[in-house]
Nanobody
Framework: VQLQASGGGLVQAGGSLRVSCAVS????????IGWFRQATGKEREFVAAIRASGGTTHYADSVKGRFTIFRDGAKKTVYLQMNSLKPEDTSVYYCAAGNVITSTLRDSSKYHSWGQGTLVTVSS
C-alpha cells in the first residue's frame, strides 16, 4: 500500500486549501483513509476519516463544518477540502490507511500505512 500526499501551501486566515492523498495497492474496499496533522511541538491529532466502502465520514470537532473529506469515484484519491482556515490549523498534514473499526479510527496507531506529509501554513 502506498499513499502520496500533496497540495499543502500557504494561505491566509479565512481562506481555503485542498490537500490530496493518492492511494494505491489495496486489493479490497475494506479500509479507511484518515487525515491527521501534527503541529510543531505537538502530538499528532486526528482530523478526518473516510471509509472506502460506503464513504462514511468522521471529523474531529475542531474541524467539523469547515473541513470536508471525500474521495473520487475510483477511490484512488482522497481529498481534504479545508475552508475557513485558522492559524491554529497550521500543521503538517498526513494521510494514512488502515483496516480500522469505527471506535478506533481516531487512533493513529491503528493505521498501518502513511503518506509523507504536506505542510499547511495559515497566516493571520
Amino acid at each position: 500500500v502506498q499513499l502520496q500526499a500533496s497540495g499543502g501551501g500557504l494561505v491566509q486566515a479565512g481562506g481555503s486549501l485542498r490537500v490530496s492523498c493518492a492511494v494505491s495497492g489495496f486489493t479490497s474496499d475494506y479500509y479507511t483513509i484518515g487525515w491527521f496533522r501534527q503541529a510543531t511541538g505537538k502530538e499528532r491529532e486526528f482530523v478526518a476519516a473516510i471509509r472506502a466502502s460506503g464513504g462514511t465520514t468522521h471529523y474531529a470537532d475542531s474541524v467539523k463544518g469547515r473541513f470536508t473529506i471525500f474521495r473520487d469515484g475510483a477511490k484512488k484519491t482522497v481529498y481534504l477540502q479545508m475552508n475557513s482556515l485558522k492559524p491554529e490549523d497550521t500543521s503538517v498534514y498526513y494521510c494514512a490507511a488502515g483496516n480500522v473499526i469505527t471506535s478506533t479510527l481516531r487512533d493513529s496507531s491503528k493505521y498501518h500505512s502513511w503518506g509523507q506529509g504536506t505542510l499547511v501554513t495559515v497566516s493571520s
